[in-house]
């Protein structure tokens, strides 16, 4: 598997597919927990995308999946991430690009889009008011002290939030290194971001059940000239909808996406 070492030497693996050398990359930044395969292979995304001749690229995130897992927090944070995806840009001397990322991936790929001018096309899903009130996914529905605990804990049955419980759940469901995610946890973005800076073409791609991504419509006006689209299903749902998939496929090709 391709793998590259970010500016502070952690290494990041990624994973690419072949398509049309004349075309932009579509880059896919995964969720928190979560890994490039995930989020966006399991679900069908990559084949959506690969079938209409696009070249794609999946990473995992610091702290996930198979690239390295320091413990120190000072390593991680959604700015942190988005300096390697600049620099994963670089590495497939990549001059314009589709960002799409999910959850902690869209604050990943909305700081990438305020300051890498190679971003041509966005895609932010699983996110909502949180990113214009808070700085970054909504501690108002999953509390930071909570999911650190959650993490943390030794012993799951002592994890009493419901919201923590199931992100603890998929954690070790997945196999991941809690000391790292926790580390995340703690430097999670929570300033406020540039939006107004955006300039690529938005997609606001959210939900309509999910918590993570409540009022998506507030994130949609902050970023100039973004669309807002909602699909069916929750968080964990939301991205195995057939009907996300379509409207993140239309979007990074330019195709008009029907007002619903």
Sequence with gaps: MPSFRATDGVEIVY???DGDPDRPLVLLHHGFIATGRANWVGPGVVD??????????????????????PHDPASYGEARMAEDV???LDVLDTPAVDLVGYSMG???????ATRDTRVRR?????????????????????????LIHALRAEDPD????TFAAAFRQFVDALGGDRVA????????HDRPIPLGDVTAPTLVLA?????????PQVLAQAIPGATLRLVDGDHMGALRDAGFVRELVEFVNGEPVPVR
């Design 181 to 188: 995610l926790a580390a995340q946890a703690v430097a999670a």
């Design 15 to 17: 994973e690419s597919w």
């Design 48 to 69: 959506a995308l690969t079938a209409t001749g696009r070249r794609v690229a999946v990473l995992d995130a610091r702290g996930h999946g198979r690239s390295g897992k």
């Design 122 to 146: 966005l895609v932010v899903g699983g996110v909502g008011s949180g990113v214009v009130e808070l700085g970054g996914v909504d501690t108002r529905v999953l509390g930071h002290d909570a």
């Design 106 to 112: 869209a604050i990943v790929a909305l700081l990438t």
């Design 207 to 215: 939900g309509r059940d999910d918590p993570l991504a409540a009022r």
């Design 158 to 161: 002592s994890i009493t939030d």
């Design 86 to 88: 600049s620099t994963l």
